[in-house]
């Protein structure tokens, strides 16, 4: 059994910054990759930005220049640095995890989600 567990979200103003983290646990032999998702009310969930194994990273042009993703191997941890937040921001922040498991399955996991509200 695999568990993504996030933290780090809150209500927050415009223009100042969060930190989300996220932990993947359970039998893991390989995490290929970690991205970050968002969604808001009323919209598609959208890729915000993802990470591979060997530091290849990729980012939502929204969110460029903005928005840091960083990985901790050893730990199996993914984080989401997010400066200048707008209110256009504001979504549920969910964890995706594409790995192989200790049996030789390779899945993709999601997290519950951790919410960030900006307000203007």
């Known amino acids: 059994q695999v568990q993504l567990v996030e933290s780090g979200g809150d209500s927050v103003h415009a223009g100042e910054s969060l930190r989300l983290s996220c932990v993947a646990s359970g039998k893991i032999f390989n995490i290929y990759s970690m991205a970050w998702y968002r969604q808001a009310p009323g919209k598609q969930r959208e890729l915000v930005a993802s990470i591979t194994d060997d530091g290849n990273m990729n980012y939502a042009d929204s969110v460029k220049g903005r928005f840091t993703i960083s990985r901790q191997n050893a730990d199996d941890t993914v984080h989401l640095q997010m400066n200048n937040l707008k209110p256009g921001d504001t979504a549920l922040y969910i964890c995706?995890?594409?790995?192989?498991?200790?049996?030789?399955?390779?899945?993709?996991?999601w997290g519950p989600g951790t919410l960030v509200i900006v307000s203007s």
């Open positions: 995706n995890a594409d790995l192989l498991g200790m049996w030789g399955e390779r899945n993709e996991y």
